[in-house]
């Protein structure tokens, strides 16, 4: 059995999606769909740069949804991939489950777009500069880092953001709180690593950007997705267009369950996995997740023929 993969921010590259936006009349469709949505050049951004602007979150969400988007086209049109034929489930890092969803046809292209442009200005005006922060804690258990991040919060906000697996796991919240959890995870026999990042995703501090979302997610129409799409907070499939929309509200300042979700596709009998879109990132987590499945990436025309394998084509 197949899955599809869409990755989450911090896998844009400058040029992402050129090369097949270049190549393949269908992925080029997909880049014109979201500059008409968004009123504006985004694939310019995209390849021209400057990257500090590819990088700012209410473009990078965006970004990444049109280069999975096209090089998902490009797997349809040149490879022969059929969604509900030859996907069991789909399944996105965080800003990927829109990718997912848009993927599996719950969302059109434009919605996805213009959705993901405000989610990304929302959670961005949710904090201001400096108050928040995250840290990857590394070599330690989930059950340890729930512990350590209950224990730094003293008060504050100091909350599990992502489970990426193999020992990889992300806290977010209030600066002092963060530092205080790197602190501990090291006192543990971890290793703390304060992340980059221009606010502090998926902990309680993003409720502002939550009630956004949940406003413009009920004037925006979901349809039953094509093949089932494993929710990032619920670590299990949702077809249900209302269920959809409640974990997407959640999803916000929720954790993003990327081990358990990879565990529970494996558990259905995924053995095969294609990262579409930028970068490899989440093929290296599915690798050391799921051990003994295979995974691969597509995401530029030179990915093309290795990629056919995995789709049985």
């Known amino acids: 059995m197949r899955a599809l993969i869409f990755p989450g921010q911090g896998s844009q590259t400058l040029g992402m999606g050129k090369g097949l936006a270049d190549t393949f009349p269908a992925a080029r469709a997909v880049f014109e769909e979201v500059d008409d949505a968004l009123g504006e050049k985004l694939s310019a951004v995209m390849w021209e740069g400057p990257a500090e602007t590819l990088n700012l979150t209410a473009n990078a969400q965006p970004a990444l949804m049109a280069a999975s988007l096209a090089a998902l086209r490009v797997l349809e049109a040149e490879a022969g991939l059929d969604l509900k034929r030859d996907v069991a489930l789909v399944a996105g890092h965080s800003l990927g489950e829109y990718s997912a969803l848009a993927a599996a046809g719950a969302f059109s292209i434009a919605d996805t777009a213009r959705l993901l442009r405000l989610r990304g200005e929302s959670m961005q ?41 193999a020992g990889q796991i992300v806290v977010s919240g209030h600066k002092a709180a963060v530092e205080r959890a790197v602190a501990l995870a090291q006192g543990k026999g971890g290793r703390g690593m304060m992340l980059t990042v221009s606010a502090p995703f998926h902990c309680a501090l993003m409720a502002p950007a939550a009630e956004v979302m949940k406003e413009a997610l009920a ?32 999803q916000v300042v929720g954790t993003v369950r990327w081990r358990e979700s990879v565990e529970a596709m494996a558990g259905r009998g995924v053995d095969t996995f294609v990262e579409v879109g930028a970068g490899k990132v989440l093929t290296g987590l599915v690798k050391r997740i799921a051990a003994g499945s295979r995974a691969g990436a597509f995401g530029q025309p030179a990915d093309l023929d290795g990629i056919r394998p995995f789709l049985g084509a």
């Open 125 to 165: 005006k949710a904090v201001p500069v400096g108050t928040g922060a995250m840290a990857a804690l590394l070599k330690l258990d989930s059950e340890a880092v729930h512990e350590i991040a209950r224990q730094a919060a003293e008060g504050e906000v100091c909350d599990v953001a992502n489970d990426n697996g």
């Open 219 to 250: 004037a925006t129409r979901i349809e039953a997705p094509a093949v089932p799409v494993v929710a990032n907070v619920e670590a299990a499939p949702l077809s249900d267009p209302n269920a959809i929309r409640d974990a997407l509200v959640r």
